[in-house]
């Protein structure tokens, strides 16, 4: 009962987690969108900068953009903050019904590593430390590129860190959530506290003099070009080919380097004049990260060893380390259902789904999760002979 229930908090966590999200980052897209397609008004209107005709779902509409406000505060001035709220606080469930409730399986390396309870502080603190430095970073930091270069490295040595402790998807998810908590911390603690002061100021009258600081603009520029890397920070946590390489942290770093060159595409775009030479470069970083990241190729065993595979042997391992889980109905306390529907009750049933058997325990050791059912080295090796036999079945 008790997996059944969390199966449906995680199932419906999930989804609140990425509606929330598809508002925030939806939002963002949208007003980043309108912000660089402000051309100047003609003819020149009072205190308006830019002006923006759109069609959309049969109306046509006309935005204005005020930098300093239309000279009062309208009454029906709506604000952006739940949208980032409700994604950093159904995240945040999310991640505690499923990597700290589950911290045994999905957030340890293994006996090994970190204890489960040293795991969830870990996973806890690192949000709250990746903000207060990324904060003194921006407060102390005056040039904008040695900043830019300064977070991203800063991105980097927290997934190396993580990837040392964590299991690989957790250590993506981790720096994922790093980088949304920066997004959040900056709408929160530096954005509407700064939109609150304008306010002020238009009520003041010296709206004239007030300036919303380089701070606030450099962060929403982080912002602006975090939201692809955490995307895929996030959904690569559910493919081991990206989290289980060898070259895991190159390949993370590559990816979120092109998608920062295809948010730069889209926003010269908007601009008016793309820069399509960024798509050109998102790609070829890609296709370098894809062949990076192959798994590398499984040398068969000599000639006449393939006979020699102790099938008996490799059906014995596979009931002892894997079928607590993986069977109709698992012993595993805490798995209601086989993980993904993959039941390997049989060699037979093994040997067709060896593929991924082979990624998830040879290309790199994600299975057992957390080595719960404690599979030692030489019996992964013996599965690696089997697998590169062909997965013999007699
Ligand atoms: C403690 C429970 C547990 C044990 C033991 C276990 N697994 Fe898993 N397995 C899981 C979970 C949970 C998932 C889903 C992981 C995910 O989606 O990230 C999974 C997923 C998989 C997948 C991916 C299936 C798919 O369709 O994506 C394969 C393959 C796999 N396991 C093979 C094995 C093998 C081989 C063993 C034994 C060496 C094993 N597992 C032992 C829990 C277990």
Not at 145 to 151: G, K, R, Y
Not at 211 to 234: C, E, Q, W
Not at 309 to 328: F, M, N
Request: glycine share 8%.
């Amino acid at each position: 009962m008790e997996a059944y229930i969390a199966d449906w908090l995680h199932l419906g966590l999930r989804w609140l987690h990425v509606v929330a999200a598809i508002t925030w980052v939806g939002s963002s897209f949208y007003f980043n969108r309108i912000d660089r397609s402000f051309r100047p008004p003609e003819p020149p209107v009072d205190r308006v900068s830019g002006q923006l005709w759109s069609i959309h779902g049969g109306s046509i509409y006309n935005y204005s953009r005020y930098p300093t406000g239309p000279g009062y505060v309208p009454e029906n001035l709506k604000w952006s903050k739940w949208e980032s709220v409700g994604t950093w606080v159904s995240g945040a469930l999310l991640l505690a019904v499923v990597y700290w409730w589950g911290a045994g399986i999905n957030l340890v390396t293994g006996p090994d590593g970190l204890s489960p309870a040293v795991a969830i502080l870990v996973s806890a603190g690192s949000m709250v430390l990746a903000w207060v430095v990324y904060d003194i970073m921006c407060r102390t930091i005056p040039s904008d590129h040695v900043l830019s270069v300064a977070v991203a490295a800063f991105m980097g040595l927290l997934l190396w860190i993580f990837l040392q402790i964590f299991s690989g998807k957790a250590a993506f998810l981790h720096v994922g959530i790093a980088m949304a908590t920066l997004m959040a911390g900056n709408v929160w603690f530096v954005i509407l506290p700064g939109q609150k002061k304008m306010l002020r100021a238009i009520k003041d009258g010296t709206i004239d003099r007030f300036d919303v600081g380089a701070d606030a603009k450099r962060r929403n520029y982080h912002s602006n070009y975090l939201t692809l890397p955490i995307v895929f920070a996030m959904i690569a946590s559910h493919f081991p080919m990206t989290y289980g390489s060898a070259y895991a942290w190159l390949g993370f770093m590559l990816i979120s380097a092109a998608g920062v060159a295809v948010r730069h595409f889209f926003n010269t775009m908007h601009h008016g004049h793309a820069q399509a030479r960024w798509l050109v470069i998102a790609a070829l970083i890609s296709v370098a990260a894809i062949v990076l990241l192959a798994p590398p190729r499984l040398t068969p065993p000599a000639n006449g060893q393939a006979a020699a595979v102790d099938t008996g042997r490799i059906a014995s391992i596979i009931e002892a380390r894997c079928a607590a889980c993986h069977a109709a109905k698992p012993s595993m306390p805490g798995f209601n259902a086989p993980p993904n529907g993959l039941v390997l009750d049989s060699l037979q049933a093994a040997a067709a789904h060896a593929q991924k058997i082979r990624q998830m325990t040879i290309d790199a050791p994600i299975m057992p999760p957390g080595n719960l059912t404690g599979m030692s080295d030489e019996e992964r090796a013996a599965l690696a002979g089997w697998l590169a036999a062909g997965a013999p079945t007699k």
